[in-house]
Structures are given as structure tokens and as C-alpha cells.
T-cell receptor, first 115, second 111 residues
Framework: DGGITQSPKYLFRKEGQNVTLSCEQN?????MYWYRQDPGQGLRLIYY???????QKGDIAEGYSVSREKKESFPLTVTSAQKNPTAFYLC??????????????FGEGSWLTVV | QKEVEQNSGPLSVPEGAIASLNCTYS??????FFWYRQYSGKSPELIMF????GDKEDGRFTAQLNKASQYVSLLIRDSQPSDSATYLC???????????FGSGTRLSIRP
């Protein structure tokens, strides 16, 4: 089945650790995104990428890093520089172009908790 | 001014009534508009998208777009308890480089 797969679904991080969240899509979408959602809040854009080997900072990129070595994959690393990383992380993808309307589809999300 | 604004709610509507959700956006050149539904603890799912001024209907849902007023709305007819969720408005910016989400409106359908 086509879709976006995020792993792990739940992750616990010790303070000072880097952790990486995986995101894979088999929809042949050009663009991929990472959003962060805090309880009761909206989605905030961390990073996005429209083509392989290129990505752009979103509104809250500090303390995060990404790579886009393959079209299907867009992993997010939460570094120790991110002081308050406990949140729900959502990976998404979309086609690029006016005809597609850039409709964005989401993975099931990853819950990250600092212990 | 936020790029995409929504009333956070909660909006309480009796079962069977029409729920009306509103969204305004600041980028006048925006071309594509989306409504997503998000249940607690789950990821957002697409309900409707609209590109042209006017109304677009899909089952119990109607999206309304007014580009002159920079306003997009979602109407839910015959509201059901299963419609209780947070509804997110999303807008593609004028350069089509990213999608910006509002903070969402919590909708509660009371039996």
C-alpha cells in the first residue's frame, strides 16, 4: 500500500542525546516536510525539502537537522541543542506543482519524550 | 498578524446542526486551501481542498473560498458525534514553496 511510514511511533530520549526519526514514503512525492505539534497546539514547520539533496529551514529549525539523500526518505535528527523536544512529530509529503495543488499527506506521527 | 488564523474554540454544536468553521490568511497570492481533521493523538487527515472562489461540496462537507476577503470556511451539515475533532486550515503560500497551517479549531458535537 502507498503511504508514509514514520518510525519509531514512541521514543524516549535522555537529556544530551541525539535521536533520529525516520520517514519513508512510497507515493513518489517530490516534497517532504517535518512538523512539530505540542499538546493543544497547531503544527509548526521544522524543515522541508522539495528535491533530493536540497532542504530549507522552516519556522523552528534550531536544534534539528535533516538530510534528503533519496527521494523516498527524509530523516529528522533531534539534537541535544533542542532544549524542549518533547512533542508529537509529523512527517508529510506532497507533489509539487499547481496541478496537484500541493495536497499534503501525513504519516502517523512519532511521539518523542525526554526523560 | 499570523499567516493563517483560526478561532481556537472549542466550538460546541448540537448533533444534527450545521457546524461552521472559519479561517483567514494573510498572503493574498495564496492559491490552494485545505481543511484537515485531527482526532486527539492522531495525525491530520485531509477532508477538503479548494482552489477557486465559491463553494465546493463533498458529502456533508462544504468548503467556501473568498479570495478577495482572504477567507475560507468549512461547513459540516448534519453534525455527528464522530465529527468532534480539531479542524486545521492549511494554505499554500504564493510561491508554492510551503504549506502553512492554522492552529486549529476544536469542534465538539453534543448529543
Amino acid at each position: 500500500d502507498g503511504g508514509i511510514t514514520q518510525s519509531p511511533k514512541y521514543l524516549f530520549r535522555k537529556e544530551g542525546q541525539n535521536v533520529t526519526l525516520s520517514c519513508e514514503q512510497n507515493l513518489n512525492h517530490d516534497a517532504m516536510y517535518w512538523y512539530r505539534q505540542d499538546p493543544g497546539q497547531g503544527l509548526r514547520l521544522i524543515y522541508y525539502s522539495q528535491i533530493v539533496n536540497d532542504f530549507q529551514k522552516g519556522d523552528i529549525a534550531e536544534g534539528y537537522s535533516v538530510s534528503r539523500e533519496k527521494k523516498e526518505s527524509f530523516p529528522l535528527t533531534v539534537t541535544s541543542a533542542q532544549k524542549n523536544p518533547t512533542a508529537f512529530y509529523l512527517c508529510a509529503s506532497s507533489l509539487v506543482g499547481r496541478l496537484s495543488g500541493n495536497t499534503i499527506y501525513f504519516g502517523e506521527g512519532s511521539w518523542l519524550t525526554v526523560v | 498578524q499570523k499567516e493563517v488564523e483560526q478561532n481556537s474554540g472549542p466550538l460546541s454544536v448540537p448533533e444534527g446542526a450545521i457546524a461552521s468553521l472559519n479561517c483567514t490568511y494573510s498572503d493574498r497570492g495564496s492559491q490552494s486551501f485545505f481543511w484537515y481533521r485531527q482526532y486527539s493523538g492522531k495525525s491530520p487527515e485531509l477532508i477538503m481542498f479548494i482552489y477557486s472562489n465559491g463553494d465546493k461540496e463533498d458529502g456533508r462537507f462544504t468548503a467556501q473560498l473568498n479570495k478577495a476577503s482572504q477567507y475560507v470556511s468549512l461547513l459540516i451539515r448534519d453534525s455527528q458525534p464522530s465529527d468532534s475533532a480539531t479542524y486545521l486550515c492549511a494554505v499554500v503560500n504564493s510561491s508554492a514553496s510551503k504549506i502553512i497551517f492554522g492552529s486549529g479549531t476544536r469542534l465538539s458535537i453534543r448529543p
